[in-house]
């Protein structure tokens, strides 16, 4: 069985190969045809990259283009809807989000800084970890569904608030033996394939597998609106979804596991720019 599963691993990094496939080194990412946002960045010190290079720079034009005007990037849907949860009342304490937080603009830069540890919850907290924790202990609201409608939508809200803004994500200190964990999960082979995320995103990057121009699987632009699926996806929810295609059981969506991996890839795009909502295929 062990043979098999090696034998398979092999036979897709094959395959990728043999379709290789060049990313765009002109590709140059302006929404709005006025906001600039660089697709590229220097590799942070002891990163496995020379470059880092944004997911957009591996789609289509089509692709590339749907996010370059908010009218037709299909995520802005949800960013409206977002927009109205905003000021809604719910739960039992007669409070909306605007209630304490006012404009969500005042949200701008959060994007760049998440996840991270937080003293008074004593872990490492993504953005769903904060939505939540406002809902259930300062609204009386019922806790929303990790990659649920409303809980994209409103990430995709808070996350535009960042837009074209550096990441920079902390694994210092009390984040350290998360990041370690995420780490140790990133190069771990796992499922039937005999798989781990490195080998699709760091030893196969550019390449071709299947019909998928294979990246450096940077999250810079989550949630992102996948053509596949079409609705706004989180990181989280994807994580969830590669393991499955390498059939291996995903790890809890909110868990410790998956929590640690974001952490760790989210910084392994330190210095690129906020992309929040993308458009991937």
């Not at 789609?59 to 005007?69: V, Y």
């Not at 550096?166 to 370690?180: R, W």
């Not at 039937?192 to 995320?197: A, P, R």
């Not at 299947?210 to 940077?218: E, I, K, M, W």
């Amino acid at each position: 069985m062990k043979r098999l599963a090696i034998g398979a691993s092999i036979a897709v990094a094959a395959l990728a190969v043999s379709f290789s496939a060049q990313a765009d080194e002109e590709a140059e990412l302006v929404v709005n045809e006025e906001l600039e946002i660089s697709t590229k960045a220097a590799a942070p010190k002891g990163s496995a990259l020379d470059e880092l290079l944004s997911g957009w720079r591996f789609r289509t034009d089509e692709t590339q283009a749907l996010q370059m005007d908010d009218f037709d990037n299909p995520s802005f849907i949800f960013v409206e809807q977002a927009e109205d949860l905003w000021t809604k009342v719910d739960g039992t304490e007669g409070k909306s989000c605007a209630s304490c937080h006012e404009d969500v603009a005042k949200f701008k830069g959060l994007r760049t800084q998440l996840p991270r540890y937080d003293e008074e919850a004593g872990k490492v907290y993504t953005m769903e970890n904060y939505i939540n924790e406002c809902r259930t202990e300062r609204m009386g609201a019922e806790a929303w569904g990790w990659s649920k409608v409303k809980m994209t939508a409103m990430t995709a809200l808070i996350s535009v608030q960042s837009r074209g803004m550096p990441v920079h994500v902390k694994t210092d200190g009390k984040a350290a033996p998360t990041y370690e964990l995420g780490k140790e999960l990133y190069y771990t082979r796992v499922g039937q394939l005999d798989m781990s995320c490195a080998n699709c995103h760091e030893d196969n990057y550019g390449n071709m597998i299947r019909a998928d121009h294979l990246s450096q699987g940077h999250i810079n632009g989550f949630p992102t609106y996948r053509l596949k699926n079409s609705k706004l996806n989180s990181v989280q929810g994807r994580f969830k979804g590669c393991m499955k295609n390498i059939r291996a059981t995903p790890y809890k969506v909110g868990g410790a596991e998956f929590t640690a991996l974001e952490l760790y890839v989210a910084s392994r795009g330190n210095g690129l720019a906020v992309e929040s909502p993308s458009v991937r295929n």
